[in-house]
Nanobody
Framework: QVRLVESGGGLVQPGESLTLSCAAS????????MAWYRQGTGEQRELVAT???????DYADSVKGRFTISRDNAKNTVFLQMDNLKPEDTDAYYC?????????????WGQGTQVTVSS
């Protein structure tokens, strides 16, 4: 019923920038918040940034001042602008939406996109 599709991952050098996108589609009545997580192999998924329905944003300490989350409500799309990337930002990045479908609020996840920061 709802599908989240991420795009924009890739290989960049330290200090460079990358922008991820996540588009939600389907029988969406409302999106309460959308968020970006990242996960390395064998590691727990880490919350990177969240943007709430009213526009409030939250960031992990490790990315504050370097990453910016934003959303296009008309297109049900969330973005993650990542600047001054570091090798430790290398991970698979996933978007998550808390979405109202019918009368039910559920969490939906995208399939992930790989970000690799290496010289």
């Amino acid at each position: 019923q709802v599908r989240l599709v991420e795009s924009g991952g890739g290989l960049v050098q330290p200090g460079e920038s990358l922008t991820l996108s996540c588009a939600a589609s389907g029988s969406i009545r409302s999106i309460f918040f959308m968020a970006w997580y990242r996960q390395g192999t064998g590691e727990q998924r880490e919350l990177v940034a969240t943007i709430h329905q009213g526009g409030r944003t939250d960031y992990a300490d490790s990315v504050k001042g370097r990453f910016t989350i934003s959303r296009d409500n008309a297109k049900n799309t969330v973005f993650l602008q990542m600047d001054n990337l570091k090798p430790e930002d290398t991970d698979a990045y996933y978007c998550k939406g808390k979405i109202l479908v019918g009368q039910t609020v559920s969490d939906y996840w995208g399939q992930g996109t790989q970000v690799t920061v290496s010289s």
